[in-house]
């Protein structure tokens, strides 16, 4: 982890655990706690610290894979709910994405572009025009089932349906939760650390929403920091980020950030420390202008992606 990043993980764990508390007595008037557990490092961490907060007995987990997902998802998900002995179920939603058309809504959208895409081909969406100081835009890979790649520029109507037949991947999972929520008396818990929930790297009334996100304040590099200081396990702890969304694997920098999340994070501290494009390019060993389309990228990404921040807009302010 960068110099810069370093932090007390013991008195963390200890303030996250008490504002946990907190909030669930003064705010959210819940008995417990519900996480999404995917395997990856966020809900990890967000699982452990709610233990930490509560105990095993009030946590509940719930592992959602789908057609589509990696097998290594479901292995460490219930890998972690075993180490840290919560309850949980696992539910797949395959077939309630099938019933609603997530895969032919976006097989349609891919044959849009590429017509021969057929049964077993697999497919993702890269982004690209960032680091080098331009438009972010998409491009759509497929891969055919001779593993042959192919890649084209995205249209934007195609970019808009793809995308929004994957979001139903997060939404319906996020349905599922708030019915175990509800049947419990418990609050849900968000997982997002501190570069997706800045930079709006996740879908609204999807993963994006929850009733309590312990881990918003923290960038990634210091959620894999305490992952270990906390004993996960090691599988976990190594794993890097995916989106775990596309058939072809994807990195979280691939699909949507200008550079993988250690280099991502620090560039993002730089920023909201208000440091200079040089000092950036000297710390990440980077030239100037590199540094400085960062620095545009984060500024897009948040002015760009506000909406997913905003709460539901009244005509005339309502006290409570």
């Given at each position: ?30 008995r ?17 610290l ?16 789908e ?43 891919i ?32 891969q055919d ?54 930079q ?37 702890c ?15 920098d ?30 990440l ?8 389309n ?27």
């Amino acid at each position: 982890m960068n110099k810069h990043l370093h932090i007390d993980l013991d008195a963390e764990i200890r303030s996250i655990s008490d504002s946990i508390r907190a909030a669930l007595r003064n705010k959210l008037h819940r008995r417990g706690l519900v996480v999404a557990i995917s395997g990856g490092i966020d809900s990890s961490v967000a699982s452990a610290l709610s233990v930490e907060a509560l105990g095993p007995s009030k946590v509940f987990g719930v592992l959602m894979p789908e057609t589509e997902s990696s097998s290594k998802s479901l292995e460490r998900g219930t890998q972690l709910a075993e180490h840290l002995g919560i309850n949980y179920v696992v539910k797949d939603i395959g077939d309630t994405l099938r019933a609603i058309g997530c895969y032919d809504e976006r097989d349609a959208a891919i044959r849009s572009v590429f017509p021969e895409y057929a049964d077993g081909w697999k497919n993702k969406i890269v982004i690209s025009g960032g680091l080098d100081g331009r438009i972010n835009h998409f491009r759509l890979v497929v891969q055919d089932s001779a593993e042959t790649t192919f890649e084209k520029a995205l249209p934007l109507n195609a970019y808009l349906t793809i995308v929004a037949a994957t979001n139903y991947k997060q939404r319906v999972r996020k349905t599922i939760e708030y019915f175990h929520a509800d049947r419990l008396n418990y609050a849900v818990v968000g997982t997002p650390n501190r570069l997706e929930y800045d930079q709006g790297f996740f879908v609204k009334n999807g993963d994006g929403s929850a009733d309590l996100k312990p881990i918003a304040h923290l960038y990634k590099s210091q959620v894999y920091a305490l992952a270990r200081y906390m004993g996960l396990p090691a599988e976990i702890c190594a794993a890097e980020p995916t989106t775990d969304t596309y058939t072809l694997k994807q990195g979280q920098d691939e699909f949507y950030f200008a550079l993988p999340y250690r280099q991502m994070d620090v560039a993002l501290y730089f920023y909201n420390q208000g440091s200079s494009a040089g000092d950036l390019a000297r710390e990440l060993s980077v030239s100037e202008e590199v540094a400085t389309n960062v620095y545009r990228d984060i500024e897009a990404k948040r002015r760009t992606t506000e909406y997913q921040h905003l709460r539901p807009v009244l005509i005339q302010e309502i006290s409570l």
